[in-house]
């Protein structure tokens, strides 16, 4: 079963955002001979959109820097906060901006709302909406994230009839297809075979929904086909939408490990890795042969920090596991960097080294969670392995490399050959705090106690994520 774990909040939205505010921006400097500025603003937005937010966030300071005032730069900080999980920062720093430059406070209502929402404070969340909803009607996203509110909460009439207020040709592919799937769970869909959708992967998507809306409306059948809705909501990620289909086949208590182990999907895709946990445990009670529901289980021990718990989850792991579920194995590493889970992630590595010990993405993350954790122990090898496949590297890749194996050799052999190594890190990725961090160590080696202090802070700035380990 390949179901992927959604990772980030990233959408189209903020891409097509994105460009348009650099066109505006560049319109507005044109105007206005703003010199260089320009240039800040393509560099910071071109870094905000491939996620490299350490970067992005300081050229935008630069910005507010020479223009305090500047609207857009601002707005971008905020959402730098947001994206690096730090929604209580981005409300302050939002309502600060408010305050201090006497911002029109419609201009930030919806990034003030995305941060309720992540934030799980509902009530806030739904109050921003539909302040905003009064003036901009057709904001799609806003749409979408009460839709999703009323989702998690269970509120499935409600859903449906939120939706059904909004003229649907204002919709595109994606919020169209939301409601499609609104109304067959709801049971008000007639003519399905009407709706065309210009998205092919939409379209085929439906289609395959389409082909389960039979079995879906007979109540013999209705677990077949919420089963086989579900399951499709799953493989293209519409999480918030897969979760009343899986209550569904819990309801009619049949297949049962299906739907805790689906549910649980939803639930950790949309943050609730507690409800998460719950419901692999239950699948995994009714099945205690399915490798799936013993994979999430460990994932949410990880998530959840349970350190107490994940040595049973991976022995339990181990008894079943294929190795078939490989690769499965390297999806909760790539989570577990992804929101810097290294000290319970590198676990993987030794339980099961006969799995992860020649795929080239797991012995890069072995080399990363363990530097991490302060343990360098036999990295050299790996390192040096991974630059001698290095076409498969990025620069920031490299630059981390380049900064854990400098300072092994600056401790253990050199310490100037280390600190050279690390400074080609940095020439490679100027924004690296794994390079400012072991920099930072390599002066302490140096008894250079001034610059450990301006590196170590430097790479304590520029962790947004906070993924080494600070004093």
């Given at each position: 079963?390949?179901?992927?774990?959604?990772?980030?909040?990233?959408?189209?939205?903020?891409?097509?955002?994105?460009?348009?505010?650099?066109?505006?921006?560049?319109?507005?400097?044109?105007?206005?001979?703003?010199?260089?500025?320009?240039?800040?603003?393509?560099?910071?937005?071109?870094?905000?959109?491939?996620?490299?937010?350490?970067?992005?966030?300081?050229?935008?300071?630069?910005?507010?820097?020479?223009?305090?005032?500047?609207?857009?730069?601002?707005?971008?900080?905020?959402?730098?906060?947001?994206?690096?999980?730090?929604?209580?920062?981005?409300?302050?720093?939002?309502?600060?901006?408010?305050?201090?430059?006497?911002?029109?406070?419609?201009?930030?209502?919806?990034?003030?709302?995305?941060?309720?929402?992540?934030?799980?404070?509902?009530?806030?969340?739904?109050?921003?909406?539909?302040?905003?909803?009064?003036?901009?009607?057709?904001?799609?996203?806003?749409?979408?994230?009460?839709?999703?509110?009323?989702?998690?909460?269970?509120?499935?009439?409600?859903?449906?009839?939120?939706?059904?207020?909004?003229?649907?040709?204002?919709?595109?592919?994606?919020?169209?297809?939301?409601?499609?799937?609104?109304?067959?769970?709801?049971?008000?869909?007639?003519?399905?075979?009407?709706?065309?959708?210009?998205?092919?992967?939409?379209?085929?998507?439906?289609?395959?929904?389409?082909?389960?809306?039979?079995?879906?409306?007979?109540?013999?059948?209705?677990?077949?086909?919420?089963?086989?809705?579900?399951?499709?909501?799953l493989q293209y990620n519409y999480f918030e939408l897969s979760k009343p289909f899986a209550e569904d086949?819990?309801?009619?208590?049949?297949?049962?490990?299906?739907?805790?182990?689906?549910?649980?999907?939803?639930?950790?895709?949309?943050?609730?890795?507690?409800?998460?946990?719950?419901?692999?445990?239950?699948?995994?009670?009714?099945?205690?042969?399915?490798?799936?529901?013993?994979?999430?289980?460990?994932?949410?021990?990880?998530?959840?920090?349970?350190?107490?718990?994940?040595?049973?989850?991976?022995?339990?792991?181990?008894?079943?596991?294929?190795?078939?579920?490989?690769?499965?194995?390297?999806?909760?590493?790539?989570y577990s960097n992804q929101y810097q889970k290294s000290t319970l992630g590198k676990k993987l590595f030794?339980?099961?080294?006969?799995?992860?010990?020649?795929?080239?993405?797991?012995?890069?993350?072995?080399?990363?969670?363990?530097?991490?954790?302060?343990?360098?122990?036999?990295?050299?090898?790996?390192?040096?392995?991974?630059?001698?496949?290095?076409?498969?590297?990025?620069?920031?890749?490299?630059?981390?490399?380049?900064?854990?194996?400098?300072?092994?050799?600056?401790?253990?052999?050199?310490?100037?050959?280390?600190?050279?190594?690390?400074?080609?890190?940095?020439?490679?990725?100027?924004?690296?705090?794994?390079?400012?961090?072991?920099?930072?160590?390599?002066?302490?080696?140096?008894?250079?106690?001034?610059?450990?202090?301006?590196?170590?802070?430097?790479?304590?700035?520029?962790?947004?994520?906070?993924?080494?380990?600070?004093?």
């Amino acid at each position: 079963m390949n179901i992927k774990i959604k990772l980030a909040n990233n959408s189209l939205w903020a891409v097509v955002l994105s460009i348009a505010l650099v066109v505006f921006v560049l319109f507005d400097a044109s105007k206005n001979n703003r010199g260089n500025t320009d240039n800040l603003y393509i560099n910071a937005e071109n870094a905000f959109v491939i996620g490299d937010y350490s970067k992005s966030k300081e050229l935008f300071e630069q910005i507010i820097a020479d223009n305090p005032k500047d609207l857009l730069a601002n707005i971008r900080i905020s959402e730098i906060l947001t994206k690096v999980r730090k929604y209580d920062l981005s409300i302050d720093y939002l309502n600060n901006l408010v305050k201090q430059h006497n911002i029109d406070e419609n201009l930030i209502k919806q990034q003030l709302a995305e941060n309720y929402y992540y934030k799980k404070d509902y009530i806030k969340a739904e109050e921003l909406i539909n302040a905003t909803l009064i003036t901009n009607k057709n904001n799609l996203f806003l749409i979408e994230m009460m839709l999703n509110i009323n989702l998690l909460q269970g509120r499935y009439l409600d859903a449906l009839t939120f939706i059904s207020t909004f003229d649907e040709s204002i919709f595109d592919d994606h919020l169209l297809f939301y409601k499609r799937i609104i109304q067959i769970y709801n049971n008000v869909l007639e003519k399905s075979s009407d709706t065309n959708f210009k998205d092919k992967t939409i379209q085929n998507l439906f289609l395959k929904i389409e082909n389960n809306l039979e079995d879906y409306k007979l109540a013999d059948k209705k677990v077949f086909g919420a089963t086989n809705i579900c399951f499709e909501l799953l493989q293209y990620n519409y999480f918030e939408l897969s979760k009343p289909f899986a209550e569904d086949i819990i309801t009619y208590n049949n297949y049962m490990d299906y739907g805790y182990f689906y549910k649980g999907l939803s639930a950790l895709s949309t943050d609730y890795p507690l409800l998460a946990e719950e419901l692999f445990k239950q699948s995994f009670v009714v099945k205690d042969t399915n490798p799936n529901s013993a994979l999430m289980l460990v994932l949410t021990n990880i998530v959840l920090d349970q350190s107490d718990q994940i040595d049973s989850s991976l022995e339990q792991l181990n008894k079943i596991i294929t190795p078939d579920e490989k690769y499965k194995l390297i999806e909760i590493l790539k989570y577990s960097n992804q929101y810097q889970k290294s000290t319970l992630g590198k676990k993987l590595f030794d339980k099961f080294p006969q799995y992860l010990s020649d795929d080239l993405t797991a012995v890069y993350f072995r080399v990363k969670f363990n530097a991490i954790n302060g343990n360098f122990d036999n990295l050299l090898g790996d390192i040096n392995r991974l630059f001698a496949e290095s076409h498969y590297l990025n620069d920031k890749q490299k630059a981390l490399l380049l900064s854990i194996k400098g300072y092994i050799i600056a401790k253990d052999t050199n310490v100037f050959a280390g600190k050279e190594l690390i400074m080609q890190g940095i020439e490679l990725d100027e924004y690296s705090h794994f390079c400012y961090y072991f920099l930072s160590k390599v002066n302490l080696l140096q008894n250079d106690n001034l610059s450990y202090d301006i590196n170590y802070s430097k790479a304590k700035e520029i962790d947004l994520f906070q993924e080494l380990k600070y004093e």
